[in-house]
């Protein structure tokens, strides 16, 4: 057995551990009544009513003893775009939200600061719990985390319609989800043609258009580049809904169908925002070739990208959370959000890139591991159906004249 065959297969073994051990772990929860206090701080208890989504009544309570409804808090769950994300809504006795904050989510982090530098829950502040709720319509979606403002309107509006239908009778339906196809799916789309077009005619020029293409629209345009949390969301069935995260899908299951048969490393060298910018930063500012070191060292060192996969993949299964994979610098710099070290260790990475070709892709990289997957498997796929060919004309004997 491939030295690379053994490493998956104890990774996968130890992940598959690690689910148990996540499943099993004690952890200690949100304090579900401090952010129910938060969201209707009138109320001076909380009583459970519903289950599904939990929903709870805050109460009140005068010097007489007497008791009043301040309000509902509801939490509901929606799928974001790298994971479940779960939210608290205060609602009054008039059927308007008072306020919104975040429980849970398995999103990728750089988006969930974006959102919230943004103050993007203000936005439900004092809407009507019968209101749709939906981005473009009612909601403002915050630029560079298109998808988590989206799955966060979704989970407010599917716990506030609850509301209204349960405790306040009133008759909502819930919007279908649009199919959302816009310049974002249609860029994606157009440089995945591209690319293939490019790869057919064998053409270098085809290939530095569609990678400068996707360093402005896939990354610093849309910030929608595919990360280890993605990968990790993909590998634990936290799958977003497809008609509106048509670009997750085409990243996360065309194109390694493509890979598959084209037998070609698509996404990193074609169609990776950060692959690209490495390229372009030693095109123009190194007039000379990059250095590189030999391949018995390039190997060696390559092997620290095996040992970060496994962490962060066991971390993130370990706390079921997708968006803890996600170490990729490029988070940084497309969402132009991160602290000191991070921009640090960003600016490492781009310094190394001029003079080791592709720097973070060939030590670092996750995404080359599963691409190299990818092709390993097409490979054994080739041997097999030879070999399996090779059997059946043995044991197939020859036709004599009459049935010719």
């Known amino acids: 057995m491939k030295i690379e065959m053994k490493k998956a297969l104890i990774m996968t073994l130890s992940l598959i551990l690690a689910v148990f051990i996540g499943l099993s772990w004690v952890r200690p929860g949100n ?19 519903a289950s599904s989504p939990l929903t709870l009544e805050g109460i009140s309570q005068d010097s007489s003893g007497e008791k009043e409804i301040k309000g509902y808090v509801v939490i509901a769950k929606a799928s974001s775009y790298g994971g479940p994300i779960t939210i608290a809504t205060g609602i009054n006795p008039y059927g308007v939200i008072l306020g919104t904050a975040l429980i849970e989510h398995k999103d990728t982090p750089s988006f969930i600061r974006v959102v919230m530098k943004h103050d993007y829950l203000k936005q439900f502040e004092d809407k009507k719990i019968t209101d749709p ?30 509301v209204a239908r349960n405790q306040f009778g009133l008759e909502v339906e819930d919007e279908e989800a649009a199919f959302v196809f816009g310049v974002r799916e249609g860029s994606v789309i157009v440089l995945v043609i591209l690319m293939l077009v490019g790869i057919a005619l064998k053409n270098d020029r085809i290939r530095w258009i569609t990678m400068a293409g996707s360093l402005v629209l896939i990354g610093f345009q849309y910030n929608t580049p595919i990360s280890l949390s993605n990968l990790a969301s993909f590998l634990m069935g936290y799958l977003p809904s497809i008609r509106q995260n048509l670009v997750w899908y085409i990243f996360l299951t065309v194109i390694p169908i493509l890979t598959f048969l084209i037998g070609k490393n698509l996404y990193c060298f074609w169609l990776c925002p950060f692959g690209a910018l490495q390229e372009l930063l030693a095109k123009v500012f190194v007039s000379k070739e ?10 060696k060192v390559a092997l620290v990208r095996y040992v970060l996969l496994y962490i962060a993949l066991l971390g993130a299964v370990i706390y079921q959370s997708p968006g803890l994979a996600g170490y990729e610098p490029f988070a940084t710099l497309f969402g132009m959000q991160g602290d000191i070290v991070e921009w640090l260790i960003l600016m490492v990475v781009l310094l190394s890139a001029l003079f080791i070709r592709r720097f973070w892709c060939r030590f670092f990289c996750p995404g080359m591991i599963f691409n190299r997957i990818i092709l390993r498997l097409r490979h054994h796929w080739i041997d097999f159906k030879k070999k399996f060919g090779a059997k059946l004309n043995q044991g197939c004997p020859a036709q004599n004249s009459v049935d010719q």
């Open 31 to 49: 304090d579900v009544l401090l952010q129910a206090k938060e969201v209707l701080p009138e109320a001076q208890s909380f009583k459970k009513i």
């Open 290 to 299: 990059v250095i590189c070191c030999s391949r018995a060292v390039e190997q």
């Open 133 to 162: 709720l939906s981005i473009k319509q009612d909601i403002n979606a915050i630029s560079g985390a298109t998808y988590s403002s989206r799955g966060i309107a979704e989970a407010i509006s599917i716990g506030s319609h609850e």
